[in-house]
């Protein structure tokens, strides 16, 4: 059973850091495909990023201020955010999907069956 776990959300002021973390298991975690969205109520839950074998991909709205990683040995993933905005308000939810080779589309939901129960992430104005 897959079952991913995400961490590291909290209040932060405009300008800071934080840094979400994505604890997996119960699939081969070095090979899947993984992603990041994060959703406001009342609002689309929205692609932030992913990652596959070829490197990570991002939305426009937080290239150059968020990165993402993963520790294969830990079977964690990571999102770093720096210079949060108040927009950046959201749940964050980590998404896990099956290897890909060719064609992927990070940004669809439909591409991640296995979601986490998310982390909230307040920024302060």
């Known amino acids: 059973q897959v079952r991913l776990v995400e961490s590291g959300g909290g209040l932060v002021q405009a300008g800071g850091s934080l840094r979400l973390s994505c604890a997996a298991s119960?699939?081969?975690?070095?090979?899947?495909?993984m992603g990041w969205f994060r959703q406001d109520p009342g609002k689309e839950r929205e692609f932030v990023g992913g990652i596959r074998w070829s490197g990570p991909y991002y939305a426009d709205s937080v290239k150059g201020r968020f990165t993402i990683s993963r520790d294969n040995s830990k079977n964690t993933m990571y999102l770093q955010m720096n210079g949060l905005k108040a927009e950046d308000t959201a749940a964050y939810y980590c998404a896990a999907g099956a290897a890909r080779v060719g064609d992927w589309n990070p940004t669809a939901r439909q591409e991640y069956p296995y979601w986490g129960q998310g982390t909230q992430v307040t920024v302060s104005s």
């Open positions: 119960g699939l081969t975690f070095s090979t899947a495909t």
